[in-house]
T-cell receptor, first 111, second 114 residues
Framework: RKEVEQDPGPFNVPEGATVAFNCTYS??????FFWYRQDCRKEPKLLMS???SGNEDGRFTAQLNRASQYISLLIRDSKLSDSATYLC????????????FGAGTILRVKS | GAGVSQSPSNKVTEKGKDVELRCDPI?????LYWYRQSLGQGLEFLIY????????KSGLPSDRFSAERTGGSVSTLTIQRTQQEDSAVYLC????????????FGPGTRLTVL
């Protein structure tokens, strides 16, 4: 099993749609969780951290489910500019507490 | 601009040549990371520095790859006797302290080995 698994997509959605991605992780002791966004041929950039109680930033909502070991990202009212690859990131203590990046989920928002 | 910078942005080299890639982290960031990303693939961890030491070199794919960091700042990644499979984007990131802190990425170096 991969340490961090994501559905690669692509998710093709119309503008204004709500879309959700899940990410599963293998280590129950993980403590730090993030979503990064990567545009085509660009470097990854932090979208948001994921907190235990869940958190929201504008149209974006992140949730953590420790019991089932997954995190989710919900995007409401999708914009064309949301088209990107979304990377799930989790820390792994057995690897010296380093961050492990998922392979990403591709989102394409179309008009 | 106080972001992570990398040079060169693009490098084309012939198979068998050595290349050196440079990363300037955000000022004051003690942790520095190297990753590589092949076309359409996820990030592959290479090495992590805390200050000038590298507690985790587990991702270096072969002994042709080495990295150093001096003065707790600039880092260089060296690839000796390059092979075509080394072609990828090499990304550097830095974070404030703990290696679980948010990582900020540089724009990457696109390496093409002919």
């Amino acid at each position: 099993r991969k340490e961090v698994e994501q559905d690669p997509g692509p998710f093709n959605v119309p503008e204004g749609a709500t879309v959700a991605f899940n990410c599963t992780y293998s280590n129950s002791a993980s403590q730090s969780f993030f979503w990064y966004r990567q545009d085509c041929r660009k470097e990854p950039k932090l979208l948001m951290s994921v907190y235990s109680s869940g958190n929201e930033d504008g149209r974006f909502t992140a949730q953590l489910n420790r019991a089932s070991q997954y995190i989710s990202l919900l995007i409401r009212d999708s914009k064309l500019s949301d088209s990107a690859t979304y990377l799930c990131v989790v820390n792994f203590r057995e690897y010296g507490n380093k961050l492990v990046f998922g392979a990403g989920t591709i989102l394409r928002v179309k008009s | 601009g106080a972001g992570v910078s990398q040079s060169p942005s693009n490098k084309v080299t012939e198979k068998g040549k050595d290349v050196e890639l440079r990363c300037d982290p955000i000022s004051g960031h003690t942790a520095l990371y190297w990753y590589r990303q092949s076309l359409g693939q996820g990030l592959e961890f290479l090495i992590y520095f805390q200050g000038n030491s590298a507690p985790d070199k587990s991702g270096l794919p072969s002994d042709r790859f080495s990295a150093e960091r001096t003065g707790g700042s600039v880092s260089t990644l060296t690839i000796q006797r390059t092979q075509q499979e080394d072609s990828a984007v090499y990304l550097c990131a830095s974070s404030k302290g703990q290696n679980t802190d948010t990582q900020y990425f540089g724009p990457g170096t696109r390496l093409t080995v002919l």
